[in-house]
Structure formats: C-alpha cells, structure tokens
C-alpha cells in the first residue's frame, strides 16, 4: 500500500490530468490525497470580489463529488486567490504544500507540469519541488508532473519546457470513473472541441494510449525517483 498526494492549483485539475491513475491507485488498495491550492473561478469576474462565497462554495461542493467518485480519501482546500499564485509569495505556498506533506506522508506526489501555460501551475510545481527538497527527513520517494488539458499544450512559446512523458499508466479500466467525475464540475466541464470536455478527455487518453501500445493511458513525466 503506498499513500499518494495529488498536488493541484484549482478544482478540477485533480480530475483532468490523473483521475484515471488515482481511480487505479485507489482500486489497488493505496491511500490517495489531494491538496487544491487555489479557490477557483475568482478570476472571471472582473474583481476577486465578483464571485460569491456561494459559488465558491458550490464549486468546491463539485470537487467532494468528483472526488467521492474517483477514489481520493481527502480532499483539502488552501484558497489561494484563482489565477494570482504570483500576486502570492512562494514561501507562503510552499509552506502549505509542507504542511500537507507532513499531513499525508506521501510516497508518491503527482502535480503540474513546470512548462504549463498557468501561472498558477507553474507556482504550484516550484512549491512542491522546493517542499520535497532532500533535506532532513522527508517521506516523498516520487514525484511526477501530469498533463492539464487547456493549459499543458496551450504553451506554444516555450518549446523548451514542453511536457515530455517518460511514464504512462494504462487507465482503460478506469477511464469511465473520470469522465464520470468530471461530469460533477458543471462550471468547468465544455462542450467539444475544448479540451475540457469529456471528448477530449477521451481523445487525449487514446492518443496517449496510442503512444504505448495501450487503449487509453494518462501520461506523467517522471522529475524524481528515490528508491
């Protein structure tokens, strides 16, 4: 039994690039987490201010749901503000993801991808980079990032920190429990050709499952490993 820490900037990411493998995860007995570092949806209004607390709360209501479905035993909200981790200092942020760390005692943590088009994921993978620094004592012998659909292949600039995976894990079996899940986040979820909707879900896995032989498969790039 291994104990997994998903490490994600808003509500849906948990789902859209490592539900099918948490889903597997979960299935095979291990002990899966998440921590969501930001609110969510405060970005779209004009101010912070525009979104209600009843949305925010709605919105996190989706998460329990979703997570419920895809196997996660907790899910924990730290309510950064959406789309502003660089208006935040990073000490800050990596001080919660250690705080959680020291909650869950992971052995694996997945989490963003650095070449990703969001700032927020950006920040997201330095704090738990930095977080899992090798010093002292620390329990995280993985960390691997994965692909946010809408944002991962949305960098089109920065050819050199495009997402290259080296890990794929085979979720035909669990695949369903995901676009189930998805299916919960009513705000997020769009209609094709998005990316953000359970075609592309769909698409995405095939096209990673291609790559490796699989039907469908979630695709991880592996940044550290301690045997």
């Known amino acids: 039994m291994s104990k997994i820490l998903v490490v994600a900037a808003h509500p849906d990411d948990e789902i859209l690039g490592v539900g099918g493998t948490v889903r597997k995860h979960a299935d095979n ?12 949806l405060t970005s779209r ?16 209501g989706h998460t329990l749901q979703s997570a419920e479905i895809i196997g996660y035993k907790n899910v924990y909200f730290s309510n950064f503000p959406d789309n502003r981790f660089d208006k935040v ?16 005692k992971p052995d694996i943590i997945y989490t963003h991808h650095y070449g990703d088009l969001n700032i927020d994921h950006i920040r997201t ?14 329990t995280v012998k993985e960390i691997y990032c994965f692909e946010t659909l809408s944002s991962t292949e949305w960098n089109f ?15 035909e079996n669990t695949l369903s429990f995901k676009l189930k899940a998805m299916t919960c986040y009513e705000t997020e979820l769009r209609e094709y050709p998005h990316p953000r909707s359970l075609k592309g879900l769909e698409i995405s896995a095939a096209r990673w499952g291609m790559v490796v032989g699989k039907k469908y498969a979630e695709a991880f790039e592996l940044i550290r490993k301690v045997d």
């Open 29 to 40: 007995g291990d002990i899966v987490e998440c921590l969501i570092l930001g609110e969510g």
């Open 45 to 60: 209004g004009a101010k912070r201010e525009d979104i209600s607390q009843e949305e925010l709360a709605m919105l996190h």
């Open 89 to 104: 200092d990073l000490l800050d942020i990596v001080k919660e993801v250690e705080k959680y760390i020291g909650i869950v």
């Open 125 to 138: 993978f330095k704090a738990v980079l930095t977080a899992c620094r090798p010093v002292g004592e620390y």
């Open 157 to 171: 600039g920065d050819k050199n920190n495009s997402f290259r995976p080296n890990v794929f894990i085979d979720i």
